[in-house]
């Protein structure tokens, strides 16, 4: 927690954005006629001040949300990384910009919530935002201990810096974090209605993410706890009974900048694809996609690709012909793009997105792209978090992307995950289970997506393991799910991590340069997986990421021992 954000958040409940519409997450007031005076006068102000919740603060983990989440977790292959290689330090930028980004989550909504308890305004809409505040704040707190365990627990910015705590903020033991997310979502949950209107968090995403925390708490103090576990179920029970939500029919649709507001997510960012100011876009496509899939010069990440181990998963071995693969799960294509893979979705002003093509025909289709040569070392490309080129854009939103700026949406807790969650945690301590509500929540996440699926009379816990990885593949989560199993049962995540294929393939690029040409598919032992990179050294401290550098600097008590809290005793809302 740099000092300068600390006391920007602590004095600014606003960043400067200007107004679009009202239906808009953007629709802030312009810093020119904002002052404590004039502002949070109506509802319609209280609802404005906490929209850009849901995306600027956000943006500097945008990185740190696929590098810690896939790269670190064996999903994603991106070269010499030290999230593929676990040597990340405290002075590597993205995590630096990733812990910024979670404080700045907190301190902003610390900062209007406290505004929005003297607004002039309904309380309904009073209630309804303040809800809102504590949710994102229990988001970034949960991404903060899972990714550094013990951290401080800054509850009043103002009230730290007025006490002169600012640099000597101790941390707090990684389970009384936990405590204090679930007094902070039980808080939310009390103050938020049951529906709220589209994209928004009502009541059931809170219960949602609380059913998450109490998941992944459930092993923090080295076994399960079984009423942990039983709180899990039951709130995410509650969710899937009672919400109204369902998932959507197709699972491709979910990521569509169409449907940037389904019912299915629960926690989105919801972005802007203006770059003034800086922070409102999302800039996922630019890290992601191969060069040339939009016109705006901003793609870059075709060097990057699935990992062999997540295509292993998915049931996939490039070493065999195209012609020979059968795809039994949606999620797969959804997922990754493979040679012979072409996309209704993408490039829609020109009848679809043909990935060889795309890459191969270098003076046509393809002009602009990769010239004529497969990028990715794994032979495998991006297809979540892309939302096309400008057309697509402006059919799905009737506005233009621009350079490293788009409007697709990021869902970052799904009612899928809901499902998941409820069928782990309805096994209790057990490993399988027979229950009937287990077993039908988990097949409705399988069934959407593999339609050889039948419902099974009993489901493992290795079964939803596996699934959660093919359901929110790329979706920044697989990391978290380590950090939860490290837990109670750290020998077993080290060795899954281990045995991962999370090296690259070698000369791809001629067997899929052939196969584009005259339809043949030759491999030869110049084409094999790479074992040559050693086996990443994961040790039982891998599942805590290091406090930023300058961090430490500023604050030394940071390195001491971390100390316990009396949450229930100390804080309130």
Same mark, same amino acid.
């Given at each position: 927690?740099?000092?300068?954000?600390?006391?920007?958040?602590?004095?600014?409940?606003?960043?400067?954005?200007?107004?679009?519409?009202?239906?808009?997450?953007?629709?802030?007031?312009?810093?020119?006629?904002?002052?404590?005076?004039?502002?949070?006068?109506?509802?319609?102000?209280?609802?404005?001040?906490?929209?850009?919740?849901?995306?600027?603060?956000?943006?500097?983990?945008?990185?740190?949300?696929?590098?810690?989440?896939?790269?670190?977790?064996?999903?994603?292959?991106?070269?010499?990384?030290?999230?593929?290689?676990?040597?990340?330090?405290?002075?590597?930028?993205?995590?630096?910009?990733?812990?910024?980004?979670?404080?700045?989550?907190?301190?902003?909504?610390?900062?209007?919530?406290?505004?929005?308890?003297?607004?002039?305004?309904?309380?309904?809409?009073?209630?309804?935002?303040?809800?809102?505040?504590?949710?994102?704040?229990?988001?970034?707190?949960?991404?903060?201990?899972?990714?550094?365990?013990?951290?401080?627990?800054?509850?009043?910015?103002?009230?730290?810096?007025?006490?002169?705590?600012?640099?000597?903020?101790?941390?707090?033991?990684?389970?009384?974090?936990?405590?204090?997310?679930?007094?902070?979502?039980?808080?939310?949950?009390?103050?938020?209605?049951?529906?709220?209107?589209?994209?928004?968090?009502?009541?059931?995403?809170?219960?949602?993410?609380?059913?998450?925390?109490?998941?992944?708490?459930?092993?923090?103090?080295?076994?399960?706890?079984?009423?942990?576990?039983?709180?899990?179920?039951?709130?995410?029970?509650?969710?899937?009974?009672?919400?109204?939500?369902?998932?959507?029919?197709?699972?491709?649709?979910?990521?569509?900048?169409?449907?940037?507001?389904?019912?299915?997510?629960?926690?989105?960012?919801?972005?802007?694809?203006?770059?003034?100011?800086?922070?409102?876009?999302?800039?996922?496509?630019?890290?992601?996609?191969?060069?040339?899939?939009?016109?705006?010069?901003?793609?870059?990440?075709?060097?990057?690709?699935?990992?062999?181990?997540?295509?292993?998963?998915?049931?996939?071995?490039?070493?065999?012909?195209?012609?020979?693969?059968?795809?039994?799960?949606?999620?797969?294509?959804?997922?990754?793009?493979?040679?012979?893979?072409?996309?209704?979705?993408?490039?829609?002003?020109?009848?679809?997105?043909?990935?060889?093509?795309?890459?191969?025909?270098?003076?046509?289709?393809?002009?602009?792209?990769?010239?004529?040569?497969?990028?990715?070392?794994?032979?495998?490309?991006?297809?979540?978090?892309? &939302?096309? $080129? !400008?057309?697509?854009?402006?059919?799905? %939103?009737?506005?233009?992307?621009? /350079?490293?700026?788009? #409007? =697709?949406?990021?869902?970052?807790?799904?009612?899928?995950?809901?499902?998941?969650?409820?069928?782990?945690?309805?096994?209790?301590?057990?490993?399988?289970?027979?229950?009937?509500?287990?077993?039908?929540?988990?097949?409705?996440?399988?069934?959407?997506?593999?339609?050889?699926?039948?419902?099974?009379?009993?489901?493992?816990?290795?079964?939803?393991?596996?699934?959660?990885?093919?359901?929110?593949?790329?979706?920044?989560?697989?990391?978290?799910?380590?950090?939860?199993?490290? &837990?109670? $049962? !750290?020998?077993?995540?080290?060795?899954? %991590?281990?045995?991962?294929?999370? /090296?690259?393939?070698? #000369? =791809?690029?001629?067997?899929?340069?052939?196969?584009?040409?005259?339809?043949?598919?030759?491999?030869?032992?110049?084409?094999?997986?790479?074992?040559?990179?050693?086996?990443?050294?994961?040790?039982?401290?891998?599942?805590?990421?290091?406090?930023?550098?300058?961090?430490?600097?500023?604050?030394?008590?940071?390195?001491?021992?971390?100390?316990?809290?009396?949450?229930?005793?100390?804080?309130?809302?």
């Amino acid at each position: 927690m740099k000092i300068n954000n600390i006391k920007y958040f602590a004095f600014a409940a606003m960043l400067g954005m200007s107004a679009t519409s009202c239906e808009s997450f953007l629709d802030r007031p312009a810093e020119d006629t904002y002052n404590e005076s004039n502002f949070y006068q109506n509802d319609l102000q209280c609802v404005q001040g906490v929209n850009y919740l849901y995306n600027s603060p956000w943006y500097d983990f945008q990185r740190g949300f696929i590098k810690v989440g896939e790269v670190l977790s064996g999903n994603y292959y991106m070269g010499s990384s030290p999230y593929l290689t676990f040597t990340v330090n405290g002075s590597d930028e993205d995590l630096k910009n990733m812990s910024s980004s979670l404080w700045a989550v907190n301190g902003h909504a610390n900062t209007v919530y406290n505004r929005l308890k003297s607004a002039n305004a309904s309380e309904k809409v009073k209630n309804q935002c303040m809800g809102e505040c504590l949710a994102w704040k229990a988001m970034a707190y949960f991404y903060l201990v899972r990714s550094f365990g013990a951290v401080p627990i800054i509850h009043d910015n103002t009230a730290e810096l007025g006490a002169g705590n600012y640099n000597s903020s101790k941390r707090v033991q990684a389970a009384d974090v936990y405590e204090y997310i679930i007094l902070t979502l039980e808080k939310a949950i009390e103050l938020l209605p049951a529906k709220g209107d589209a994209g928004r968090i009502d009541k059931y995403c809170a219960e949602g993410l609380l059913a998450k925390v109490y998941l992944t708490r459930s092993g923090i103090t080295g076994t399960r706890s079984e009423s942990d576990l039983n709180k899990a179920a039951e709130y995410a029970k509650d969710v899937i009974d009672n919400s109204g939500r369902h998932l959507l029919e197709k699972y491709s649709d979910i990521f569509r900048m169409q449907n940037n507001k389904n019912e299915e997510c629960l926690f989105s960012w919801h972005w802007n694809a203006g770059r003034d100011p800086w922070t409102q876009q999302n800039t996922l496509q630019s890290d992601l996609a191969m060069v040339g899939f939009d016109e705006f010069g901003d793609c870059w990440g075709g060097y990057g690709g699935m990992s062999v181990d997540l295509q292993d998963a998915f049931g996939v071995n490039l070493l065999a012909s195209p012609k020979e693969r059968i795809d039994v799960d949606e999620r797969r294509k959804a997922t990754m793009m493979l040679p012979g893979d072409v996309y209704d979705y993408f490039w829609t002003d020109k009848g679809g997105f043909n990935y060889l093509k795309f890459i191969y025909d270098k003076d046509g289709y393809g002009k602009g792209g990769p010239n004529g040569q497969l990028q990715s070392a794994t032979g495998a490309n991006s297809v979540k978090h892309l &939302y096309g $080129d !400008a057309y697509d854009h402006e059919q799905a %939103l009737g506005t233009s992307a621009a /350079n490293m700026a788009n #409007g =697709l949406s990021t869902h970052i807790l799904r009612l899928a995950d809901i499902y998941l969650i409820y069928a782990e945690a309805k096994m209790g301590l057990a490993t399988s289970t027979t229950d009937a509500s287990a077993i039908d929540a988990y097949y409705a996440v399988r069934s959407r997506s593999v339609a050889s699926a039948t419902r099974p009379a009993s489901i493992t816990w290795e079964d939803v393991w596996k699934e959660r990885r093919l359901e929110m593949a790329m979706e920044g989560d697989r990391w978290y799910d380590y950090v939860r199993l490290s &837990y109670y $049962d !750290a020998q077993r995540a080290i060795t899954e %991590l281990k045995s991962q294929r999370r /090296n690259s393939y070698w #000369g =791809l690029d001629a067997v899929y340069k052939e196969y584009y040409t005259n339809g043949t598919y030759t491999v030869t032992s110049s084409q094999l997986y790479n074992t040559q990179d050693p086996i990443p050294n994961v040790t039982k401290s891998s599942f805590t990421l290091p406090l930023p550098t300058e961090d430490l600097v500023f604050n030394p008590t940071l390195m001491d021992e971390p100390i316990h809290v009396d949450i229930r005793n100390t804080y309130s809302y």
